[in-house]
């Protein structure tokens, strides 16, 4: 299935790959690097720190989901989009070629419905200029008539709406500052008014952020079914071109996602 993805997302050659694994090889070593210094005693984080569960919950809404997804959007709208429509871009050109005719006008007049206008046609050819568009974040649903996958400007939408909403959810939680809420609050306060439960929420916040075992637990158990849900995806709405005519390696992905769910989904039942 890699070569699918590396198609569908504009690595067209050896030497993209070659530029792609020098980047994630020398990323890979700054964070070995990082790992290794943060556990010397002078940068080793404090106990409080860990502790902090509002502040780390920001970072990775905001972080990890948020401005990772708006980066991916970007790839897709500047490299992924114009080379499904036989448009080469690379870091000689990326400055200076356009991903829309329009460029930010549309963005900055709030006319954001033009990012939308002229997509693909139903005729179109994947990383041919015959039948395409010059939309570039669209909602047609459905797949590419040619290559049996999700629309790329459809999923680059996807991707920008859930960059938005996660970091306006990185804002959500009580930090340094007064605003926000206090997870410990909220659960103390959920208290059922019958009395039938007893305290309710009372010290669950306590219990959660002194355990790790609870944390893994909670954590292992989100990302298993989230694999689960990858395994079920990656055939029934093929984000990758011409995926769903190649059976053998649609079923080695399923059974592959599948399998590793299993796995963490038994850690999370251990912990």
């Known amino acids: 299935g890699v070569y699918q993805w590396w198609y569908t997302i504009g690595l067209r050659s050896n030497q993209d790959l070659y530029n792609g694994s020098l980047f994630l090889i020398i990323g890979s070593a700054v964070c070995l690097f990082a790992g ?4 010397q005693p002078k940068f080793q984080p404090s106990l409080s720190w ?3 569960a509002e502040s780390r919950l920001n970072h990775h809404l905001a972080g990890l989901f948020g401005v990772s997804s708006l980066a ?11 080379e499904s429509r036989g448009q080469h871009v690379r870091w000689s050109n990326f400055l200076t070629t356009l991903p829309h005719p329009q460029g930010l006008t549309p963005f900055f007049t709030g006319n954001w419905a033009a990012y939308a206008e002229n997509p693909d046609s139903s005729s179109h050819l994947f990383s041919k200029a015959d039948g395409a568009g010059s939309a570039i974040l669209t909602f047609l649903g459905g797949f590419h008539p040619q290559t049996q996958s999700l629309w790329l ?4 939408h996807h991707h920008l709406a859930i960059a938005v909403v996660f970091i306006v959810a990185g804002h959500m939680y009580k930090t340094n500052f007064g605003i926000g809420h206090s997870i410990q609050e909220i659960l103390d306060a959920h208290t059922p008014p019958a009395g039938g439960l007893g305290a309710g929420h009372k010290g669950l916040f306590d219990t959660l952020n002194n355990s790790l075992h609870f944390q893994l637990g909670l954590a292992l158990a989100s990302v298993g079914t989230i694999c689960s849900l990858v395994a079920q995806h990656m055939y029934s709405l093929s984000p990758y071109a011409f995926l769903a005519q190649d059976f053998t390696a649609q079923a080695a992905l399923y059974t592959h ?3 590793i769910a299993g796995f963490i989904l038994c850690g999370a039942f251990a912990h």
């Open 36 to 39: 290794w210094l943060h556990l």
């Open 50 to 52: 860990f502790k902090n």
């Open 72 to 82: 991916w959007t970007g790839h897709l709208v500047h490299v992924a989009i114009p």
């Open 153 to 156: 400007t459809d999923m680059a």
């Open 257 to 259: 996602h599948q399998y």
